[in-house]
C-alpha cells in the first residue's frame, strides 16, 4: 500500500514539472525577459529533475526487491528446515510404530514376526538424527531383540531371506558404528544364525 502511494505521489511530481515547463514555455512573464535559449534550457533542466527522480526511484525500486529476495532466502531456508524437522518427526514416528507393532507381536508368541518389526524400528533410528533421547530407545530395542532371538526355537515359519535382508540393510548405515558393541555382536549372531532357524 506504502508503494503505491509513493508511485502516485512521484507520478504529481512529474506531472507538475512537465506542466510548469509547457506554461513557461508559452507565456513570458514580464517584466522578465527571457530569451529562447533560456526556456529550453529551462525546460531541459525540468526534464533532468524528472529524469533524476525517475532513476532514483528505480534504484529505490531496486534496492528493494534485493531486500525482498533476501527475505525470500531467509524464509526458503527456515521452510528446508522445517520440512527436515517434519521429515525427522515422520521418521522417529515410524520407528515407534514398528516397536509397538513388534511388542504386540511378542504378547501374541509371534516371534518372527517381532523380531523382524523391532529390526524396522532400529533401522527407522538409524536413518534419523539418533539425538541423545533416542540411544534409550535403542537400548530397549536391544533387549526386545535379544529376547525374541532367544525365543528362536519357538519362530513361526520364517522367511529367511527377510530377516537377512534387515540385518544387512541394518549394517549398511553409516550410523551402525554408533551402536552399542554388544547390540552388534547380536546383530552379527542373528545373522549367523539365520540360515539355521528352526521351521515349524
Not at 506554461?23 to 526534464?47: D, H, K, N, W
Not at 528505480?58 to 531467509?74: H, M, P, R, T, V
Not at 507381536?105 to 541423545?132: N, R, W
Request: net charge neutral; with cysteine.
Amino acid at each position: 500500500m506504502n508503494k503505491t502511494k509513493h508511485i502516485y505521489c512521484w507520478l504529481i511530481v512529474s506531472l507538475l514539472c512537465s506542466m510548469t515547463a509547457i506554461c513557461l514555455s508559452l507565456f513570458r512573464i514580464q517584466p522578465f525577459s527571457v530569451s529562447e535559449s533560456a526556456y529550453i534550457g529551462i525546460i531541459v533542466t525540468l526534464m533532468g529533475i524528472i529524469f533524476t527522480i525517475f532513476v532514483g526511484y528505480q534504484i529505490y525500486n531496486i534496492i528493494d526487491i534485493k531486500k525482498e529476495l533476501e527475505n525470500f532466502s531467509l524464509q526458503k531456508e527456515q521452510l528446508k528446515e522445517s520440512v527436515t524437522k517434519l521429515s525427522e518427526y515422520q521418521t522417529i514416528n515410524e520407528a515407534y510404530n514398528f516397536n509397538n507393532r513388534g511388542m504386540l507381536a511378542v504378547s501374541m508368541s509371534k516371534y518372527y514376526s517381532a523380531i523382524c518389526l523391532l529390526l524396522k524400528s532400529l533401522e527407522s533410528l538409524l536413518s534419523s538424527s539418533l539425538l541423545g533421547n533416542h540411544w534409550a530407545d535403542v537400548d530397549n530395542l536391544k533387549n526386545n531383540i535379544q529376547y525374541c532371538f532367544l525365543k528362536r526355537q519357538e519362530f513361526e515359519t520364517p522367511e529367511n531371506d527377510e530377516l537377512y535382508k534387515l540385518i544387512i540393510n541394518i549394517m549398511n548405515y553409516p550410523k551402525y558404528n554408533n551402536l552399542p558393541d554388544d547390540l552388534k555382536q547380536l546383530l552379527t549372531e542373528i545373522k549367523k544364525n539365520n540360515s539355521t532357524l528352526i521351521h515349524k
